[in-house]
């Protein structure tokens, strides 16, 4: 079955400065990428995904790259503030019957 | 606009007791799951749905059993609590495996 795999599992950054938080997958078939970010004591919610035919998806300081070759794909959170911390966490999903597959987390720590 | 509703939130339960956490969703997907949340192990899933009558065992099933009779809910039953099971669970919905997942607001269970 799919394995993710997610780096850094804790990750400090001043404000303002660019994060980035790595996730590599096993399964080749996988097509959808999404990430999540989980505040503190609430539920995760959906950031933004991407999928196998797309490289780079933005929505405003927040961009995911996608390498199928290298099966890596990357979270890029650029002028972070302090309410951008939180655990995120990448998945990986395919068109089979499963659900998606998450990585571990990263937990992300900016200070002002 | 509800989304996915858990309950309990909070809940304690003695070694050997049993119970059934609720889950249910009104946004008409076929698709749902119900997660575990351990610290530094991320999201793991124990048990999926990809439609009434249909369920499936995820990474970590045992302990636990579901049903699915309607579209709407997806319980998880704890057959015989454990600490083991002490953990945030989190039920999730979704129109496709490959489409963003609305998740619930969890229930932190505590096994004494």
């Known amino acids: 079955g799919e394995n993710v795999e997610q780096h850094p599992s804790t990750l400090s950054v001043q404000e303002g400065d660019s994060a980035v938080i790595k996730c590599t997958y096993s399964?080749?078939?996988?097509?959808?990428f999404p990430w999540y970010k989980q505040e503190l004591g609430k539920r995760p919610q959906l950031i933004i995904d991407?999928?196998?035919?797309?490289g780079e998806k933005k929505d405003q300081r927040i961009a995911v790259t996608l390498n199928k070759t290298a099966k890596h794909f990357s979270l890029h959170i650029t002028e972070t503030q302090p309410e951008d911390s939180a655990v995120y966490f990448c998945?990986?999903?395919?068109?089979?019957?499963?659900?998606?597959?998450f990585g571990k987390g990263t937990r992300l720590s900016v200070i002002a | 606009n509800a989304g996915v509703t858990q309950t309990p939130k909070f809940q304690v339960l003695k070694t050997g007791q049993s119970m059934t956490l609720q889950c249910a969703q009104d946004?008409?997907?076929?698709?749902m799951s119900w997660y575990r949340q351990d610290p530094g192990m991320g999201l793991r899933l124990i048990h999926y749905?990809?439609?009434?009558?249909?369920?499936d065992q995820g990474e970590v099933p045992n302990g636990y059993n579901v049903s699915r009779s309607t579209t709407e809910d997806f319980p998880l039953r704890l057959l015989s609590a454990a600490p083991s099971q002490t953990s945030v669970y989190f039920c999730?919905?979704?129109?496709?495996?490959?489409?963003?997942?609305?998740f619930g607001q969890g229930t932190r269970l505590t096994v004494v």
């Open positions: 999730a919905s979704s129109s496709s495996w490959f489409a963003e997942a609305f």
């Open positions: 399964d080749s078939a996988s097509n959808y």
């Open positions: 991407i999928r196998s035919n797309v």
């Open positions: 998945a990986a999903g395919y068109s089979g019957n499963t659900p998606l597959v």
């Open positions: 946004m008409n997907h076929e698709y």
């Open positions: 749905s990809v439609g009434a009558g249909i369920t």
